[in-house]
Structures are given as structure tokens and as C-alpha cells.
């Protein structure tokens, strides 16, 4: 279990996230969703350690993330970030192949390999394993650092609009391959989302933010509601339900 107790990050004087308690359970999938600005982002990254809190502590498996090394850490959560900045002269076996780095060290054994195949497999991109990086479309370069996540093969990945430049198709297996890492490898899956159909779907349960703050949190039917949604992003919107499933229709 992710577990966050009095988190807090601020910028110039203002709390972008502030949260007395916030548990992440362990198994299934968590969607986060929330207006640009809401803390998103910034909060999967105190989580993976990637930036400090100003105030709060963060658990992993009651353990402070701050006391686990580096490398341990590295084995047991990873995050997919909003805005990958890589080395373009990069191929996509080069990328994918550092998500196995905390157990190889940089000498890839037999076994990393495969999980390299496997994980390139999932994403469609074997035949793109010796591309670089910038001869990918944006769709095709997300995917391969989603491959690079899923190669690393921890217990709890975090993923930031992981659907970002996808296409529906791209987007929906993508969706699927998440659903499958918690549903069947046992994984506990975290991801950013905009899209609320996908949110309502695919999730187990979905977590509000705005301005720094939980909004709501709870399974799909108790979130995602029309007058929920309306306060949470200032904009018209209903909820339906046809045959149990949800349907979130947005009026522009
Ligand atoms: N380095 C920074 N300096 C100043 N403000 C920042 C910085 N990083 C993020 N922010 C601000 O923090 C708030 C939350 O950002 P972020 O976590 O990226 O939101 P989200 O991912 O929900 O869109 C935003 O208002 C953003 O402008
Ligand atoms: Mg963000």
C-alpha cells in the first residue's frame, strides 16, 4: 500500500499538493483525474521520489520511501512521467532495456532480455526495436517508454497520462495492458487519466483532485456523477448509466 500522511509541496507560497492522508491500496487500479494544475503530476512524483515534499512523508508498505535505497526502490515502484525527456540518438531497445537497469546493472542477462521482447511485445513495437527515437510518431515513442516501464517489472507502477499522443486503438490496448498488469500479474497500478470514460471503465477505484487538494475518491459509480464531475472541472456534463455502464457525455 501507497500510504501519503500530511503531504505537502509548495511553490511561492501555495500549497500545489496538500493532502492529510491518502492511501493507494494495494492490487487493481487507481485512476487519478483532475483539471491541468490539480497536483497530479506532481504528487506521482513525490511518490516515486523523484522530487522532495516541503512537509509529510510517504509509505510504501509502511515503510518511509525515504529510508528504502535507491535500488531497492527502483525494483518495487516505477513511474511513467508526464514529459519524457531522453536522448533522441536512443533506440527503443536502448530505452526499454534501461527499464531493466536496477536488476542488470548495464550487463543484460538472458532473462532481461526476454523481459525487453515481452514488454516490447505488449506495445506492438517489435519492429521498431531498432529505431531511434525520433524517427518514432509521438504515439509510437509513448508506447515505447510505457514499454520501458513495464519492463522494469515492479510491483507498483505509476503511470502519468500514460494515453497522452495515442491513437483509439493504441489507446484502448494500452488501457487493456494496464487493466491485465493489475488484473493478472498482480500489479498495482496508479495512472493519471483525462479521458473519463476510460476512468470509468477500466478503473477500480478513481481519486479527484483539484487545486492541490482530494476532491472525492471511491469506485467508479461513486466518482464519476454528474454533479461531481460539473464541480470538478466547471464544465457541463452529464453521467449516464446504460446496462451498468457508465457514460460521461460532455456538452462544449
Ligand atoms: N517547478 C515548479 N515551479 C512552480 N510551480 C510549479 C512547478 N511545478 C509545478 N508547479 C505548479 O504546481 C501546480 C500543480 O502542477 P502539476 O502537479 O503538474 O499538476 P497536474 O499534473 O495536475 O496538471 C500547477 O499549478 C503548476 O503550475
Ligand atoms: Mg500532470
Excluded: C
Aim: glycine fraction near 8%; hydrophobic fraction near 40%.
Amino acid at each position: 500500500m501507497i500510504r501519503v500522511e500530511n503531504l505537502g509541496k509548495s511553490y511561492a507560497g501555495q500549497w500545489v499538493v496538500d493532502l492529510p492522508e491518502l492511501e493507494l491500496p494495494r492490487g487493481g487500479l487507481t485512476a487519478i483525474i483532475g483539471p491541468n494544475g490539480a497536483g497530479k503530476s506532481t504528487l506521482l512524483s513525490m511518490i516515486a521520489r523523484l522530487q522532495s515534499p516541503d512537509r509529510g512523508v510517504v509509505t510504501l508498505d509502511g515503510q518511509d520511501i525515504l529510508r528504502i535505497p535507491g535500488d531497492t526502490l527502483a525494483r518495487r515502484l516505477t513511474v511513467l512521467r508526464q514529459d519524457n525527456a531522453m536522448a533522441a540518438r536512443l533506440t527503443v531497445s536502448d530505452l526499454v532495456g534501461f527499464g531493466r537497469y536496477p536488476y542488470s546493472k548495464g550487463r543484460l542477462t538472458g532473462e532481461d532480455h526476454a523481459k525487453i521482447e515481452e514488454s516490447l511485445a505488449l506495445v506492438e513495437l517489435q519492429p521498431y526495436r531498432h529505431r531511434f527515437l525520433d524517427e518514432l510518431s509521438g504515439g509510437q515513442r509513448q508506447r515505447a517508454f510505457i514499454a520501458m516501464v513495464l519492463a522494469q517489472d515492479t510491483e507498483y507502477a505509476l503511470f502519468d497520462e500514460p494515453l497522452n499522443s495515442l491513437d483509439i486503438r493504441h489507446a484502448v490496448s494500452v488501457m487493456q495492458l494496464l487493466r491485465r498488469a493489475a488484473e493478472e500479474l498482480g500489479k498495482t497500478v496508479v495512472t493519471v487519466l483525462h479521458d473519463l470514460n476510460f476512468a470509468a471503465r477500466h478503473s477500480d477505484r478513481i481519486i479527484a483532485m483539484k487545486n492541490g487538494q482530494l476532491q472525492f475518491a471511491g469506485p467508479p459509480h461513486q466518482v464519476i456523477r454528474t454533479v461531481a464531475l460539473r464541480d470538478l472541472y466547471g464544465i457541463d456534463l452529464n453521467v449516464s448509466r446504460t446496462d451498468g455502464k457508465l457514460m460521461v457525455d460532455i456538452y462544449g
